[in-house]
């Protein structure tokens, strides 16, 4: 892979992840209308993820700090029998709730492995997925009187935004406008519902390197396209920041009509595209 095409797919790779316009699905599309190796994107594009993870870092660092220093004094507290106290410690509810939404996304994701592999061999699937993306973003801007923070939040709200983010490992949907549209749809206040979204994105992310990390593919991509891969993450890592700073700017004073509209069309041309050529 080039530097050239490394550049490309870490920009893309960092703005789509967290705009909701998906990122497996613009992919998908570069890497069919440009005539790059399926194999070797789908490779590149899980050693991005240490890119888009560093934006997340980067953005939400403060937040991440106080989280981790949370876990030190709850294991603490559980040590010495006072119990999780989650009504009294909105951080340690809040680390509470992302590890809750993140059991879902990680059962659909080893469930439905096979499933969700198979929808990338046609680009049908992504056009579809792009639609459905569009319909979420479009229900979601309806949610504009939210109050919901972390205090009034439940399980089954972090449960919702984590198979939201499960059903995201499809091609063409979105995961940061689905499991916006999850928070948003159980009323989570539209800062924090971003925030969440973009959180709990964190064990999503480090999972997917994980799972794929120690494949023999995995391994020969990282050790001949080492100067690519790391073009390509400090692209990524770049992009993803602008992404995260304008979705917030987005979702609070703007509309994701926006990105339904684009997204239709994108997805609309595609599958006109696919049934055309096929």
Same mark, same amino acid.
Request: contains cysteine.
């Given at each position: 892979?080039s530097?050239?095409?490394?550049?490309?797919?870490?920009?893309?790779?960092?703005?789509?992840?967290?705009?909701?316009?998906?990122?497996?699905?613009?992919?998908?599309?570069?890497?069919?209308?440009f005539?790059?190796?399926?194999d070797?994107?789908? !490779?590149f594009?899980?050693?991005?993820?240490?890119?888009?993870?560093?934006?997340?870092?980067?953005?939400?660092?403060?937040?991440?700090? =106080?989280?981790?220093?949370?876990?030190?004094?709850? !294991?603490?507290?559980?040590?010495?029998?006072?119990g999780?106290?989650?009504? =009294?410690? /909105?951080?340690?509810?809040?680390?509470?709730?992302?590890?809750?939404?993140?059991?879902?996304?990680?059962?659909?994701?080893?469930?439905? #492995?096979?499933?969700? =592999?198979?929808?990338?061999?046609?680009?049908?699937?992504?056009?579809?997925?792009?639609?459905?993306?569009?319909?979420?973003?479009?229900?979601? #801007?309806?949610?504009?009187?939210?109050?919901?923070?972390?205090?009034?939040?439940?399980?089954?709200?972090?449960?919702?935004?984590?198979?939201?983010?499960?059903?995201?490992?499809? /091609?063409?949907i979105?995961?940061?406008?689905?499991?916006?549209f999850?928070?948003?749809?159980?009323?989570?206040?539209?800062?924090?519902?971003?925030?969440?979204?973009?959180?709990v994105?964190?064990?999503?992310?480090?999972?997917?390197?994980?799972?794929?990390?120690?494949? #023999?593919?995995?391994?020969?991509?990282?050790?001949?396209?080492?100067? /690519?891969?790391?073009?390509?993450?400090?692209?990524?890592?770049?992009?993803?920041?602008?992404? !995260?700073?304008?979705?917030?700017?987005?979702?609070?004073?703007l509309?994701?009509?926006?990105?339904?509209?684009?997204?239709?069309?994108?997805?609309s041309?595609?599958i006109?595209?696919?049934?055309?050529?096929?």
């Open positions: 892979m530097y050239i095409e490394a550049i490309i797919l870490g920009i893309v790779q960092g703005l789509a992840e967290f705009l909701p316009v998906s990122s497996s699905g613009h992919l998908l599309m570069l890497q069919h209308f005539g790059i190796e399926a070797s994107v789908l !490779i594009t899980v050693l991005l993820h240490v890119g888009t993870l560093i934006s997340v870092f980067f953005c939400y660092w403060n937040d991440i700090l =106080e989280l981790i220093k949370e876990l030190f004094v709850t !294991i603490g507290d559980l040590v010495r029998g006072r999780l106290r989650l009504n =009294e410690r /909105p951080v340690r509810k809040l680390g509470v709730m992302i590890v809750v939404a993140s059991i879902p996304t990680a059962v659909i994701g080893i469930l439905f #492995e096979d499933i969700f =592999e198979g929808f990338y061999t046609t680009l049908l699937p992504t056009g579809c997925g792009l639609l459905i993306t569009g319909m979420l973003l479009w229900i979601a #801007e309806m949610k504009r009187d939210n109050a919901k923070q972390i205090e009034d939040m439940k399980f089954s709200d972090a449960l919702v935004v984590g198979v939201m983010q499960g059903i995201a490992i499809t /091609p063409g979105s995961r940061s406008g689905s499991t916006l999850g928070a948003l749809s159980k009323g989570l206040q539209r800062d924090f519902a971003v925030k969440f979204a973009f959180l994105s964190i064990p999503s992310i480090i999972g997917s390197v994980i799972f794929e990390g120690g494949s #023999e593919a995995m391994e020969s991509a990282f050790s001949t396209n080492l100067g /690519p891969v790391i073009v390509g993450c400090v692209a990524a890592a770049v992009s993803g920041v602008i992404a !995260i700073k304008a979705m917030i700017t987005v979702v609070r004073k509309s994701l009509r926006y990105f339904s509209m684009y997204v239709w069309i994108v997805g041309a595609l006109i595209y696919t049934l055309l050529t096929h």
